[in-house]
């Protein structure tokens, strides 16, 4: 790994502690923080009482850490809210408001299968590190964030549209609401995802940033045999311009079935987007001389319609990888494990393919179809995280694209960043 940044992995004992995941991993400007349950550090247990208590301490863990390393709760970028059951979205709300009572983060909410411990909601959080993870070197420790609405895409009380900070744009999680109407489109799958891909343009426009810009999309969707008609409207967004098309130019991609969205959409669309000038003290000018670099390898399974890997500045957002053999094309043995260190392993491919090593992964994102399945997982997992390195997430999902039993994506560290050298 080029340059001399470091992957800074950090735990306090004022949050629970887990062997298989740090609370927080530093890289360059971002802080990637570990999705928290409503675990009392004290005692190793879920917190009494119902979705509101759990709530409450699901922040508190995250609040603990993020003081831990000297921030702030507003220097929160990025909200992910995971609940059991969507109607205790209102109940979530409540608390939230108590934590950002003025400054306000992007945000998705989603309902899943099911949550690690039986919990009853899980949150995450991506923070800004306004001094970067440069050891003994001088950082932009004065970078503040750029919050940005439009009246062109829905608005939310309680979510910011996009949150810029460095050299990323974090998207909440759009919904298929028209933003005339403040109601949902008419129509089925394809008119929702439509919208959806819709509202994340017009967010992007309304702060100059061209929608290929865009290197990282995660779909959610009810209904997973609707993929083939999001994908149908998918293909009429990406490529958006003739450079992109040229260079058939794909963000990676993760698809999330989820058992209900807010609202009760059919499809709900996040983007993460490249901020080429990034956020003061950084030059306009040098807005076009940091690129878009995607990446795939024949070594892993490939798909037409996202990229394996693309590299932006100081990281590499990767495709959800399922445990696909590249060699045949296909699911392996329906084993847990098997399938897990497929996917692991076509990780590994694509991190090595670009230069990395597994030591550089930041944060890892597990999709489970059986949550009874997870410590067969974490022994595979821990053979390739030995030291328990990256912040992690683990869901369970209803079901998985392949009808595969588990699914994991990875957020990757690029010490070189991406032309010009930084």
């Given at each position: 790994m080029g340059g001399n940044n470091a992957v800074l992995a950090r735990n306090t004992e004022l949050a629970p502690q887990n062997p298989f995941s740090s609370q927080t991993v530093a890289f360059s400007h971002y802080n990637n923080l570990s999705a928290q349950l409503p675990i009392d550090p004290k005692s190793g247990q879920l917190v009494a009482g119902g979705v509101k208590e759990q709530a409450e301490q699901c922040f508190k863990n995250i609040q603990a850490i993020v003081e831990s390393i000297d921030h702030g709760m507003t220097d929160v970028v990025r909200i992910t809210v995971f609940v059991k059951n969507i109607m205790d979205t209102d109940r979530v709300d409540e608390v939230y408001k108590s934590f950002f009572s003025g400054y306000l983060p992007t945000r998705t909410v989603v309902a899943v299968a099911a949550l690690p411990m039986n919990a009853l909601v899980q949150v995450e959080a991506l923070l800004s590190n306004g001094v970067g993870s440069i050891p003994n070197a001088p950082q932009a420790g004065d970078l503040i964030k750029l919050t940005n609405n439009t009246a062109n895409a829905?608005?939310?009380?309680?979510?910011?549209?996009?949150v810029a900070f460095s050299h990323y744009n974090n998207l909440?999680?759009?919904?298929?609401?028209?933003?005339?109407s403040g109601q949902l489109v008419v129509g089925g799958i394809k008119e929702q995802t439509a919208q959806c891909l819709k509202n994340i343009k017009a967010i992007l426009e309304s702060i100059d940033?061209?929608?290929d810009d865009i290197v990282k999309i995660n779909l959610f969707l009810?209904?997973?045999t609707d993929i083939e008609a999001v994908n149908e409207v998918y293909r009429r967004f990406f490529p958006d311009s003739a450079i992109a098309r040229a260079v058939a130019y794909m963000p990676a991609r993760t698809v999330i079935p989820v058992t209900a969205l807010p609202m009760h959409?059919?499809?709900?669309?996040e983007a993460v987007v490249s901020h080429?000038?990034?956020?003061?003290?950084?030059?306009?000018?040098?807005?076009?001389?940091?690129?878009?670099e995607a990446n795939n390898t024949a070594d892993a399974p490939l798909c037409p319609l996202s990229s394996q890997t693309v590299a932006f500045s100081h990281y590499n957002n990767l495709s959800a990888q399922l445990p696909i053999d590249p060699r045949t094309g296909k699911l392996m043995a329906d084993d847990v494990k098997q399938q897990a260190e497929q996917c692991l392993q076509n990780i590994k491919?694509?991190?090595?393919s670009v230069g990395h090593v597994m030591a550089d992964v930041v944060k890892v994102n597990v999709f489970?179809?059986?949550?009874?399945?997870?410590?067969?997982?974490n022994a595979v997992y821990s053979s390739f995280f030995p030291g328990g390195i990256p912040a992690r997430r683990v869901v369970g999902v209803s079901a998985l694209p392949k009808d595969a039993l588990i699914q994991i994506d990875a957020i990757v560290s690029n010490a070189e960043g991406t032309p010009p050298l930084v």
């Open positions: 829905p608005m939310d009380p309680l979510s910011t549209q996009t909440s999680a759009q919904l298929p609401i028209d933003p005339a940033v061209p929608f009810t209904d997973i959409a059919l499809v709900q669309i080429g000038d990034g956020t003061p003290p950084q030059a306009v000018e040098d807005r076009h001389g940091i690129i878009v491919t694509i991190v090595e489970l179809k059986n949550m009874a399945d997870i410590e067969a997982v």
